[in-house]
């Protein structure tokens, strides 16, 4: 299985940019790039994935690398609500199910 | 409904004791996960359904138990169960296969087991 690799935590302050980045090298072509978010107390929350191209929503961006070995999770205006343990993780394309997720990144955000 | 629903919230258990854990979602995703989830840790999968057959098992012990019955409906058999199996068990479904789908938790059945 292709892993990734995410900074342990990271600290931002309430209304600025937070740029959460995740490590993929042994990545294939054809896996897409998936990002997780879990509050505490609660199951994870899907908040955006992507394949080659930058992606965008209501919730973050996703810049993903030219090489695609490394991509970053953007979230442009950090909230208190943002404080959460958010998870990089890589989606196989074929009859494969399997969706493991890595270590993840506690992102503490300052009032 | 965008909802993945498991019941109970919370289950205390002694080891001798048989319990199943629920989950259920009608959003007609045909895949439905077990995850398991240790204090700080991340979720560690367990088994996947898909089409209601089992896909993946990740070498669970057989006092874990997951049943399928209906392409809704996810169940957890619990029996003979250890103290280190405490953990938040969540569960997760999606659409089908195809990996640029995205997966819908459930808020997860704290276990205890004394």
């Known amino acids: 299985d292709a892993k990734t690799t995410q900074p342990n935590s990271m600290e931002s302050n309430e209304e600025e940019p937070v740029h959460l980045p995740c490590n993929h090298s042994t990545i294939s072509g054809t896996d897409y790039i998936h990002w997780y978010r879990q509050l505490p107390s609660q199951g994870p929350e899907y908040v955006i994935h992507?394949?080659?191209s930058n992606v965008n929503n209501r919730m973050a961006s996703l810049a993903i690398a030219e090489d695609r070995k490394s991509s970053t999770l953007i979230l442009h205006r950090a909230t208190l609500r943002d404080a959460a343990v958010y998870y990089c993780?890589?989606?196989?394309?074929?009859?494969?199910?399997?969706?493991?997720f890595g270590k993840g990144t506690l992102l503490t955000v300052n009032p | 409904d965008t909802e993945v629903t498991q019941t109970p919230k919370h289950l205390v258990m002694g080891m001798t004791n048989k319990k199943s854990l629920k989950c259920e979602q009608h959003m007609g995703h045909r895949a439905m996960y077990w995850y398991k989830q240790k204090a700080k840790k991340p979720p560690e999968l367990m088994f996947v359904y898909s089409y209601e057959k089992l896909s993946i098992n990740e070498s669970v012990p057989s006092r874990f138990s997951p049943e399928c019955p209906n392409s809704s409906l996810l169940n957890l058999h619990l029996h003979a169960l250890q103290p280190e199996d405490s953990a938040l068990y969540l569960c997760a479904s999606r659409e089908g296969g195809l990996p640029n789908e995205k997966l819908f938790f459930g808020s997860g059945t704290q276990l205890s087991v004394l």
């Open positions: 993780i890589l989606s196989p394309r074929g009859s494969n199910y399997k969706l493991t």
């Open positions: 992507g394949l080659t």
